[in-house]
């Protein structure tokens, strides 16, 4: 959890932020945080995760798919007990989320990343952009890590958004069906990887925030790779071993 | 621990097995490993762990190191009160060591590896050749994996054996450090990938043996990668976190 967070204010006071990153949260560590494609198992993982300490705004390319994600996600956190009395999760398009956000999770596949960042790169400018992004393909019966020629999805991705866009790589190794629910504290660690400090701090607290996963550090965005291609593997030692649901723990 | 093994009897039936490959172990699971600069910290802790149940052959390119380090490793065991009366830990030249193993661990450092393979290339044939061996490099702060253009250390190995040489990758993420110390059940993951099932199932029961390790197949040589990567990714955790001699769980 963070207290005063410079990171953000700092943030909002860029001469280049765009209009909505100055609006004023509700409370000092209160974040607007967008996920880019959030209709599906991770996007629904964070928002129930983050929505009791932060404003979630989901994106779609159809913004009634992220409206009625919102919906679904408020329903299920009411469901399961929590007081929703003061959550904000709403839905929108691509542009306008990620307009309204300090923070952009794109959670979408390999293949639609650059056709999603094209129509909201004006968007980034000075924000934080979150990559979960995995490229791999299945190869028979297992799965390989396919990264482009930059060396790693995190690594093209900042090749495709603004200079002033702080690319932040985490959640690859994650299990979504378990992180979305609340009652489990995973015990997984989340590898970050990022060349800006203040982006890689803001990281840590919002993950330290889910009370489920322990951040650490992994280095620069250059070794994003060694993070990305943990998804493979995780997925074909559940398929070689009889496993499910894999996540990763150092110690 | 393995019982009655068809595939070590198989190996030793191939018609063009070495002589030394055709010779009778002392016990039915009596195997023949030779390391293969042996002399370092990784060589030291397989052999204390396997010692017990295999002949162990230290082998490195000046013979005299292994012999002194087959005899340090021996003394290791009596110190710790191991019962040695029955333990063969001998030192060898690379070609001798290779010669008289059934299964050969290639302990070198990766920019070492072509040039300890030209010459035991025909001490190969029908064996299983074990390579922990990782690519990377220490730039700035951090490590990077860097494979070669074949996608990864075994891939580039695999090119570099006889085709009855079945190739094994594993060990590369365990802490060679505790990996000596047999007071300690490590609990950490060790993840194969092999092409070859019965090469496969020879190095579960070789890391059940250690009584410290979960073997977990991993995929074929194709995914070595993923699994190579992650010794960089540990230690740079390490070196970020102020942790120390990291290994990997999945669960």
């Known amino acids: 959890m963070h207290n005063t967070n410079p990171t953000n204010t700092d943030l909002k006071n860029r001469s280049h932020s765009s209009p909505s990153s ?25 928002s129930i995760r983050w929505a009791q300490k932060n404003e979630i705004i989901i994106g779609s390319r159809k913004p009634e798919k992220a409206v009625e994600a919102a919906e679904r996600y408020l329903s299920e956190m009411k469901s399961i007990g929590c007081d929703t009395s003061k959550v904000e999760i709403r839905g929108m398009g691509n542009k306008d ?77 994650i299990p979504s069906c378990k992180l979305k629910d609340t009652s489990c504290d995973l015990g997984y660690d989340a590898v970050i990887c990022a060349d800006d400090d203040e982006a890689k701090q803001m ?15 992994g280095g620069p965005l250059a070794v994003s790779n060694t993070v990305e291609s943990i998804t493979p593997l995780l997925l074909n030692l559940a398929i070689m071993n009889n496993l499910k649901d894999l996540g990763v723990n150092f110690s």
């Open 22 to 46: 100055r609006r004023e949260s509700p409370a000092t560590n209160w974040m607007k945080i967008a996920i880019i494609g959030g209709t599906g198992h991770l996007g629904e993982g964070l």
């Open 97 to 173: 989320a990620s307009n309204v956000a300090d923070l952009i999770v794109l959670a979408v596949p390999y293949k639609h990343v650059f056709k999603t960042l094209e129509p909201i790169y004006s968007e980034l400018e000075n924000k934080i952009l979150v990559t979960p992004i995995v490229p791999m393909k299945k190869v028979g019966d297992h799965f390989e890590y396919t990264p482009p020629k930059q060396g790693s999805a995190a690594l093209a991705i900042q090749e495709s958004v603004p200079d002033s866009t702080k690319v932040v790589s985490v959640y690859h190794n």
């Open 203 to 217: 990281i840590i607290d919002l993950t330290k925030e889910m009370n489920c996963l322990r951040p650490l550090y």
